[in-house]
């Protein structure tokens, strides 16, 4: 292969590799991008990465399979295609590379293939990964939408993987708020996978980002789907489990999560629930992950300390928590059923019978009691 520049390379590199081989980036640190490729071109094996005979012969082995591959790989073809598709080509050093991905050391990607408006690294910088089962239950979809919508109102980006169920809620949640949403693709980024969801795609092309590690025109494999996870986590500030039975790529998310330091929490569900299995090992882990209910719950986990604290749920307020405590207390001594005199309240109340009959005329008049035979009763609203 003719000699070609560091972003050719990596664009080269990523069509000719697997996401996030670490021998692939220790190259890349050792000899540049075009060095890499170059070493992988020619079978040279760097003194520094095989201190024994054993290990440059297993790395001369994934050179030769790397070589192998080249002759598939068509890097000017594949950015020909992104510029037609309004994409883009990402590498470590650009502005809108994500430094937090270099937290993945030699598992962190070449480079990143990009589809939609937003810039990366700016939208992820306020970002939380919302996923979970793609065979979700209709409470999980909801509360994945509703999270979606409560963090895109609160300008929190919402990163997932584009897959059915909780995935998809997620995305449509933030797109319905009109805020910031990623998709991390296991594909190429004008491949839609899954077909269902291609009008989520498109849209998203359209008004946020879609994200893929592989060329375009690349089709899933199974094995991606697991790789791309490490994505996801690093891209955002925390992860947000919703679904997820015992084996789930979400516990992927969340145990590369956990690896990179970022916060991981789940949404609590019914515990005949087999799609909220995984959510509950998560909560019982040591360390466990952080349970919550809504998205301000959310923003206190990965917000700024002090700063982005939840506020406590509001109790509901009943009719009798307006009364003043004396009438209240009034009120209390009614029997659930049937009547009671004054003179047998005012005895329960502790009060005279004069003021109890003020209170009596005060709590008539607010509905609570009403006249019956015998005396006074509580009215059917007061019971409820």
């Known amino acids: 292969m003719a000699a070609v520049n560091d972003r050719t390379a990596r664009a080269v590199l990523c069509a000719i590799a697997e996401p996030g081989e670490s021998l692939i980036n220790r190259l890349i640190d050792h000899s540049g991008p075009a060095g890499?490729?170059?070493?992988?071109?020619?079978?040279?094996?760097?003194?520094?990465?095989?201190?024994?005979?054993?290990?440059?012969?297993?790395?001369?082995?994934?050179?030769?399979h790397w070589r192998i591959r080249l002759a598939t790989a068509t890097p000017e073809q594949d950015l020909a295609v992104t510029e037609h598709l309004n994409c883009r080509l990402v590498c470590p050093g650009d502005t809108e590379w994500p430094t937090t991905l270099d937290d993945l050391g030699d598992e962190r990607p070449y480079a990143l293939?990009?589809?939609?408006?937003?810039?990366?690294?700016?939208?992820?910088?306020?970002?939380?990964?919302?996923?979970?089962?793609?065979?979700a239950s209709p409470y999980g979809l909801r509360v994945a939408a509703e999270l979606g919508a409560e963090l895109a109102e609160r300008r929190?980006?919402?990163?997932?993987?584009?897959?059915?169920?909780?995935?998809?809620?997620?995305?449509?949640?933030?797109?319905?708020?009109?805020?910031?949403?990623?998709?991390?693709?296991?594909?190429?980024?004008?491949v839609p996978y899954p077909a269902s969801n291609d009008g989520l795609f498109t849209e998203m092309a359209r008004r946020a980002l879609l994200v893929s590690e592989s060329p375009p025109g690349t089709v899933p494999q199974r094995l991606r789907f697991l790789v791309r996870?490490?994505?996801?986590?690093?891209?955002?500030?925390?992860?947000?489990?919703?679904?997820?039975?015992?084996?789930?790529?979400?516990?992927?998310t969340a145990a590369w999560a956990q690896r990179l330091g970022r916060e991981v929490m789940a949404v609590p569900g019914p515990v005949?629930?087999?799609?909220?299995?995984?959510?509950?090992?998560?909560?019982?882990?040591?360390?466990?992950?952080?349970?919550?209910?809504?998205?301000?719950?959310?923003?206190?986990?990965?917000?700024?300390?002090?700063?982005?604290?939840?506020?406590?749920?509001?109790a509901p307020v009943l009719p009798r928590d307006r009364l003043d405590p004396v009438t209240r207390s009034v009120l209390e001594v009614f029997p659930s059923r049937g009547a009671a005199g004054p003179a047998q309240l005012a005895a329960k109340a502790g009060m005279d019978l004069a003021a109890l009959n003020a209170k009596l005329g005060l709590l008539s008049a607010a509905g609570f009691i009403e006249r019956a035979n015998g005396g006074w009763r509580l009215t059917a609203a007061a019971k409820s």
């Not at 293939?113 to 065979?135: M, N």
């Not at 882990?285 to 749920?313: K, Q, S, Y």
Request: aromatic share 2%; net charge negative; glycine share 10%.
């Open 156 to 190: 929190w980006a919402v990163v997932s993987g584009g897959a059915l169920g909780i995935d998809s809620a997620a995305h449509k949640g933030a797109l319905a708020a009109d805020g910031p949403t990623v998709a991390v693709f296991a594909n190429g980024v004008d």
């Open 272 to 314: 005949t629930a087999a799609t909220s299995v995984g959510c509950h090992r998560l909560l019982r882990d040591h360390p466990p992950a952080v349970l919550i209910t809504r998205a301000e719950e959310v923003i206190e986990a990965v917000g700024r300390i002090g700063a982005d604290l939840a506020p406590d749920p509001e």
């Open 113 to 135: 293939w990009l589809r939609g408006p937003d810039d990366l690294r700016h939208t992820c910088l306020r970002s939380v990964a919302v996923v979970g089962a793609r065979a």
């Open 36 to 64: 890499a490729l170059e070493n992988i071109c020619t079978g040279t094996v760097p003194d520094e990465l095989a201190p024994s005979p054993h290990d440059r012969a297993r790395i001369a082995a994934r050179l030769e």
């Open 229 to 252: 996870n490490r994505v996801i986590a690093a891209l955002s500030r925390g992860t947000v489990v919703v679904e997820a039975q015992r084996r789930s790529g979400a516990l992927s």
